[in-house]
């Protein structure tokens, strides 16, 4: 099982970044995909959720800016980023919750400047 996060980098505040998050391995008993984010010095935290009924919530910190999304047939989880600021200077993760266990991608870094 291999969850490839990718799409981070360096941006400007205001600006915009889709993360992306490749699974090759998962195909049966998936329960819910999550995106998280560990700033420097703090510990992880939940971000957005998608599950595979479509249903979808944010974090606070993440409603009205952030846009988690899946494409089935590409097999990739999304989170489009917008209105960046720098304290969203973190590193993503995507999470793959299944009847099997838990999976985690390795991690994207998402640097906003001010």
């Known amino acids: 099982v291999q969850l490839q996060a990718s799409g981070g980098g360096l941006v400007q505040a205001g600006g915009s970044l889709r993360l992306s998050c490749e699974n090759s391995?998962?195909?049966?008993?998936?329960?819910?995909m999550r995106w998280y984010r560990q700033a420097p010095g703090k510990e992880r935290e939940w971000v957005a959720i998608?599950?595979?009924?479509?249903?979808?919530s944010y974090a606070d910190s993440a409603k009205g800016r952030f846009s988690i999304s899946r494409d089935r047939a590409k097999k990739t989880l999304y989170l489009q980023m917008n209105s960046l600021e720098p304290e969203d200077t973190a590193v993503y993760y995507c999470?793959?919750?299944?009847?099997?266990?838990?999976?985690w991608g390795q991690g994207t870094l998402v640097t906003v400047s001010s």
């Open positions: 998608i599950i595979p009924n479509g249903s979808i």
């Open positions: 391995g998962i195909k049966t008993g998936i329960k819910a």
């Open positions: 999470n793959y919750e299944t009847v099997y266990g838990s999976y």
